[in-house]
């Protein structure tokens, strides 16, 4: 075990500034008589820096110091540059150099001087200033720590200055939104507006931004030109934001930079405004955009020329504004001769590296690529910007060993010219895993970056934890320690297996926590644990070491004494510590109704021949949680083999004309053939029939009904998700076949979640057939359709999860009242591959 997170004795200094010792010190209780001076015209985060001095002065002392506004040379603390009089340790032309969030302290034996650039440098001085000389740390929004010996602690005199390298700093959590006060005192720059704060970064996040002045509304219909062309067509009905534009139209050009400048002309402070890219992958393929792409080697060539012909023009009226965009996705590879502007900032986004192992691990085969395109974009830019990802978007709340590459990754950006960062995370709600350890070392990292992040975690922990820090400390390190031998390499939506979670590690998890529950100080403590629990309980709710049975019409979980009772808890604990969200985008609601559905169980239906049984969940979507072929004695699906049964089903989801998420609620009303039905508010009407056929096939037939006054478009899909029976990536161990002109043909060489070098073959896949075959495990599935029914086949393939999705999506179709949509396909069961 790598004792990297073990529990020690941990004493961190303030920033890593230049100090100069003097030699000599003040005597915390020597401060009883003197008195804060701020100058009567200071600006109100000055102000309220001297507030924040008197406010922690008492509390680490016990001491009342007074404000004045009265000019003192002794025994005095002077807050802010109009404070300090006449003197050489602090003067305008020092202040100057610092920018506006630089700081210096002063400590002579008769003064203390703390001031810095406006408007926020003198406030974080105060924050610097207790840190560094009376230990105190701002820990959660709640939670102050003010040490024990605060009162006898000494003041050596010497002066300090830092200067932060960021100059936009996010540690992207609600605790930071919410409290901006704690925000301030973790010196994040992104979210206090308010004016004794000190304001906002005037540097604006880059972002996607395009759709704001392009937008099919206004264009689609008189100028289709303006948006992507791709496969051959002008999509206009594209999410992320809207459809691309055409980035070679120089009518475009002249759209975007008219846009920019009246922005920039309503908000004459801003340093910086994003052109940039919408959120998705449909950039242009036109003529002119792909002979710039070719050349250039990345679609970045043609965007990076567009972005470069605004900035060139934006830059005539404003020159000191900097237009930023997007390195990411498609356009995150440089391209080969055209570079950036100096007036452009890029920010490049991580989002397909590994988030286990540092960015700059030249072992890791995910993060290798991004490495060499950030000293690509190093090389020809002087003004990077980062866009990290750091938590599991689709579960906020499962385990995620990344905190041990927070604080190397943030020294590889900034040794690598980046002048912000964003560190997203979980901003949906307070009880995220170990969201306020989390904030605590981003934070920390960002305005520090040569902070050691171990120590940083053992700190937190040692002083929010109390007693209770050890076993903590000791499960943070069996986490990590537990991935990095199993040699995941988890991107920022991994599935519980890509962290290296199984039902072991989970129980394991668990009982880490509950020993941390009893070693905890006090209540207070005690509830503190509880909150960072929550991530143990969800790991044990989703890879419990149990089993579903079908038994009188029902599934029931049966599960170790030991794990009784964990959904109930899991929920209480979710509800307690408000935590809104369980994914991005995702309200927790739902998902804790079904987690304490558990418990209780799931009415179920079961279907079944000779030759396959089938359970099916009518309540929750239809789904089929055991697809089990009788013959080999296989089963075709893990839903009913671990705690979590509605993951690794078969289900069919509806794309278009419902709110994303909706999961109908069916009733069987006919046993033959076995037929269900839902029934939605917006009026929608589904039926699915299933059959069991007598040559051994499974057959499905589904229709989507427009029950609604007015027209609409819909879509929907059939879900299956496999289980191959192999974690191999290889596509000669698992194999997806595709049948093209009555030819088998191997799909997945390659292959990445949902994109490879076969994609083509793959869309192009009319002749009714597609299916996988496991060569380890002997055994397969072959999805069959009706081409005419179909927009086309679709696989996404998760060999850490393990499962692959042999997906048959729908046409979408404009339906008028009472018109409906089919969708009819079939499973079967492979002995042998496809030949």
């Known amino acids: 075990m790598r004792a990297l997170f073990c529990l020690s004795l941990v004493v961190l200094a303030g920033a890593t500034g230049s100090a100069a010792e003097k030699g000599g010190k003040i005597e915390a209780s020597a401060l009883k008589k003197w008195v804060i001076v701020v100058a009567p015209d200071a600006i109100p985060s000055e102000k309220f820096a001297a507030e924040e ?7 680490c002392t016990g001491l009342d110091l007074a404000i004045s506004n009265t000019p003192a040379n002794k025994r ?3 807050i802010g540059l109009g404070a300090q009089g006449k003197t050489k340790a602090i003067t305008a032309d020092s202040i100057a150099k610092l920018g506006d969030e630089g ?29 560094r000389y009376f230990g105190v740390r701002f820990l959660t929004y709640d939670h102050t720590h003010i040490p024990p010996d605060a009162a006898q602690r000494t003041i050596p005199l010497e002066s300090y200055s830092y200067t932060p390298p960021l100059s936009f700093r996010y540690s992207y959590y609600t605790e930071n939104r919410e409290h901006h006060e704690f925000a301030t005192r973790l010196r994040v720059n992104t979210v206090s507006t308010e004016e004794k704060l000190g304001g906002v970064t005037p540097q604006n996040l880059i972002n996607h931004s395009l759709f704001r002045w392009v937008t099919v509304e206004k264009y689609g219909k008189t100028h289709p030109e303006y948006f992507a062309l791709v496969d051959g067509e002008r999509k206009l009905d594209v999410r992320g934001g809207g459809p691309e534009v055409c980035v070679t139209n120089p009518e475009v050009v002249d759209i975007v930079t008219e846009g920019v400048l009246k922005d920039l002309d309503a908000n004459p402070k801003l340093r910086n405004i994003s052109v940039s890219q919408n959120d998705n992958d449909q950039y242009c393929h036109c003529p002119a955009c792909e002979a710039i792409n070719q050349r250039e080697g990345t679609p970045m060539g043609s965007h990076l020329a567009f972005v470069n012909a605004v900035a060139e023009r934006v830059e005539k009226k404003y020159p000191d504004v900097k237009i930023g965009t997007l390195a990411y996705w498609y356009t995150r590879k440089a391209p080969k001769t055209i570079v950036p502007r100096k007036n452009m900032q890029i920010q490049l986004c991580s989002i397909e590296c590994c988030t ?47 905190l041990r590459v927070i604080a190397p990754n943030v020294r590889c950006f900034v040794e690598n010219n980046a002048h912000g960062i964003f560190m997203q995370a979980n901003a949906g709600g307070n009880a995220g895993e170990m969201s306020d350890l989390r904030n605590y070392v981003m934070s920390r990292c960002l305005w520090d970056p040569k902070s050691d992040g171990a120590a940083l975690v053992k700190e937190f922990c040692g002083l929010h ?100 009772g964990m959904s109930t808890r899991y929920v209480e604990l979710c509800r307690t510590y408000k935590m809104s969200a369980v994914s991005e985008g995702g309200d927790s609601g739902p998902y804790l109704e079904e987690v304490a559905q558990r418990e209780a169980g799931y009415p179920a239906e079961c279907l079944e021949n000779d030759v396959w049984r089938l359970v099916i969940l009518p309540e929750r979507n239809a789904k089929l949680v055991s697809m089990f072929y009788k013959p080999a004695k296989k089963e075709l699906l893990v839903a009913m083999t671990h705690g979590d049964i509605l993951r690794g089903t078969h289900k ?29 508010e917006n009026g929608m009407k589904l039926e699915r029939i299933i059959a069991l056929t007598s040559d051994g096939a499974i057959k499905f037939r589904s229709r989507l009904t427009n029950g609604a006054a007015d027209p609409a478009v819909y879509q929907f899909k059939a879900h299956p998700e496999f289980d191959p029976g192999s974690i191999s990536d290889k596509s000669e161990v698992v194999s997806a076949y595709v049948k093209s002109g009555g030819v088998w043909t191997i799909v997945n060489k390659n292959w990445k979640l949902d994109t490879g070098p076969g994609l083509a073959l793959l869309k192009d896949g009319k002749d009714s057939a597609f299916a996988f075959y496991s060569h380890e495990a002997h055994f397969g599935v072959q999805v069959s359709y009706q081409p005419k029914q179909i927009d086309r086949p679709y696989l996404s393939w998760w060999p850490e999860w393990p499962q692959m999705n042999l997906e048959v999506i729908s046409l979408a179709k404009e339906l008028k009242t009472g018109e409906s949509l089919g969708l009819e396909y079939q499973f079967r069961y492979l002995a042998d591959a496809p030949k």
């Open 465 to 564: 934890y109390g007693k209770a820090a050890e076993p903590i400390l000791d499960y943070l390190t069996m986490l990590h320690d537990n991935a990095e031998a199993k040699g995941v390499h988890p991107g920022c939506f991994p599935k519980p297996q890509e962290v290296g979670l199984t039902p072991e590690i989970a129980v394991k998890s668990l009982k880490y926590f509950k020993r941390a529950v009893e070693q905890a100080d006090d209540d207070l403590v005690r509830k503190r644990v509880e909150k960072a629990s929550i991530c143990a309980y969800n790991a044990a709710v989703m890879m419990a070491p149990g089993t579903w049975k079908y038994e009188n019409g029902y599934c029931r979980l049966t599960v170790p004494d030991e794990l009784k």
């Open 76 to 78: 005095a603390i002077l």
């Open 356 to 402: 286990l192992h540092p960015v700059n691990d030249p072992n890791c085969v995910k993060n290798r690529e991004f490495y060499q395109d950030m000293m690509a974009w190093k090389a020809v830019c002087n003004d990077i910007w980062i866009w990290n990802y750091n938590t599991n978007f689709a579960i906020y709340d499962l385990p995620f060993p990344n």
């Open 652 to 680: 069919e989801l509806i794309m278009k004309g419902a709110k994303k998420g909706t999961s109908p609620k069916f009733e069987v009303i006919k046993r033959a053939p076995f037929t269900l039905q839902a029934a939605l």
């Open 103 to 131: 700081l210096s302290i002063a400590v002579e034996r008769n003064v203390i001087r703390i001031a810095g650039g406006q408007p926020r440098g003198t406030l974080y001085g105060v924050y610097e200033f207790f840190e």
């Open 53 to 59: 001095f008197q406010g922690l002065v008492k509390q």
